[in-house]
């Protein structure tokens, strides 16, 4: 009885290091995150005088037609949304978002008179800027948190308007965007546009993982040898699918496997070595959750199963 009781309450220190770890990782990303957006608003964006899309756009519109400091605006309308939107976030969510409402303008305030890179072609600044803040909001959103801002106009949309989330935010952007290029011109909303696009991207690498990932299936009359083969080399796991054709009703074992980028060329090999006639289908993978890979924790840090 004792000692079941000892071990209960090692497990439950040991999640409560592990949440406390948690908190603070998602602290640090917030943070980090929220520092490197501010600064490169002011060094990239306000330096080069591009715009932005959601509610930055709008405190950079602000700033650059009534001059209004874009630190105070950030933070007034931010307070606001949250105050009208806090319903529509988790509670988890809602602590982070709270921070970064909190750190983005104290930030942008800090960073005001810092170095700025103006470089003479102007998409260099753009492609940087664009760089940049996905890499920053890469890292908010991979600390549970949110810039607040049009995220929650988006969330509302979607539950009373029964929009997408990314559509909502999409023609927010449209709209923020659009009265911006008449105050910083065409060119300069083109180059935004890149640098939104651009963003985007670099946010969907950060999130969908660092190292790309391929799924292949191998379907061939050698399976159980280039099986044996890629496990013993590459140190992969590997599924097998019982199929058939659909015309022959032929009976077939199909072989799925992850690999890395790096290890697809090696399976290539060893398939060609033992079948050159294999069907092979090799497909991009965004993400991978599970053991070798990546997983997801709960709140107790414990792994998630799917």
């Avoid at 080399?233 to 890395?260: A, P």
């Amino acid at each position: 009885m004792e000692d079941s009781i000892e071990n209960q309450s090692r497990e439950v220190i040991k999640l409560q290091a592990i949440s406390k770890k948690d908190i603070l990782k998602s602290f640090m990303l917030v943070t980090l995150g929220c520092f490197l957006f501010s600064y490169t608003i002011n060094a990239v964006v306000i330096a080069n005088h591009f715009g932005e899309g959601g509610l930055t756009g709008v405190t950079l519109l602000m700033f650059y037609t009534i001059n209004i400091d874009p630190a105070l605006s950030s933070l007034v309308l931010n307070v606001f949304l949250l105050i009208i939107g806090y319903r529509y976030l988790e509670k988890k969510t809602m602590i982070y978002t709270v921070l970064s409402v909190f750190e983005l303008p104290t930030f942008l305030k800090v960073t005001q008179d810092w170095p700025v890179f103006v470089p003479e072609n102007l998409v260099v600044a753009s492609v940087a800027a664009g760089v940049l803040v996905g890499i920053a909001l890469g890292l908010v959103i991979l600390g549970k948190g949110t810039t607040a801002g049009t995220d929650i106009i988006a969330m509302m949309m979607h539950k009373y308007l029964g929009w997408s989330v990314s559509s909502s935010l999409l023609m927010i952007d449209f709209i923020i965007v659009t009265p911006l290029a008449f105050v910083i011109g065409l060119e300069k909303a083109v180059l935004t546009l890149i640098m939104l696009f651009i963003a985007s991207k670099v946010i969907n690498f950060i999130l969908e993982g660092f190292n790309p990932r391929k799924a292949i299936m191998i379907i061939s009359d050698k399976y159980d040898e280039i099986g044996q083969r890629i496990q013993t080399n590459l140190d992969r796991g590997i599924t097998v699918l019982d199929g058939h054709g659909f015309y022959s009703k032929e009976k077939r074992q199909v072989l799925y496997v992850v690999v890395s980028r790096q290890q697809l060329m090696p399976v290539q090999r060893i398939i060609h070595e033992y079948d050159p006639e294999a069907f092979v289908i090799i497909t991009d993978v965004n993400q991978v959750i599970g053991e070798g890979f990546t997983f997801y924790l709960d709140d107790n840090g414990n792994k998630l199963h799917h």
